[in-house]
């Protein structure tokens, strides 16, 4: 079993920065990929980024690169989404998610974080 808490949402403004967290406990972290999904309102689930277990590999979806980054920290079992020049655009809840596997697809992921909430005024 592998547990994730997330933390770092909140309220910013157009242009501004966030960074969240997630912090993992369980099962040995630094043999999961992890990965950031994001669901606004009425859309689906999708992809943000993405990095593998040795953080030598990873994903950042097009809507987000150059302007958020995934990082890892395994001696400290955390991942990390640095987002910089948040658009509105980007208001959702975040998920932190893990799975032995690396992957791009939600369902794909078998340990989940709780969510958190960001919201990007304009």
């Known amino acids: 079993q592998v547990q994730l808490v997330e933390s770092g949402g909140g309220l910013v403004q157009a242009g501004g920065s966030l960074r969240l967290s997630c912090a993992a406990s369980g099962r040995t972290f630094s043999n999961y990929a992890m990965a950031w999904f994001r669901q606004a309102p009425g859309k689906e689930r999708e992809i943000v980024a993405a990095i593998f277990w040795s953080g030598t590999n990873s994903y950042h979806a097009d809507s987000v690169k150059g302007r958020f980054t995934i990082s890892r920290d395994n001696a400290k079992s955390t991942a990390y989404l640095q987002m910089n020049s948040l658009k509105p655009d980007d208001s959702a809840v975040y998920y932190c998610?893990?799975?032995?596997?690396?992957?791009?697809?939600?369902?794909?992921?078998?340990?989940w974080g709780q969510g958190t909430q960001v919201t990007v005024s304009s």
């Open positions: 998610a893990a799975d032995p596997n690396y992957g791009l697809g939600y369902r794909e992921y078998r340990y």
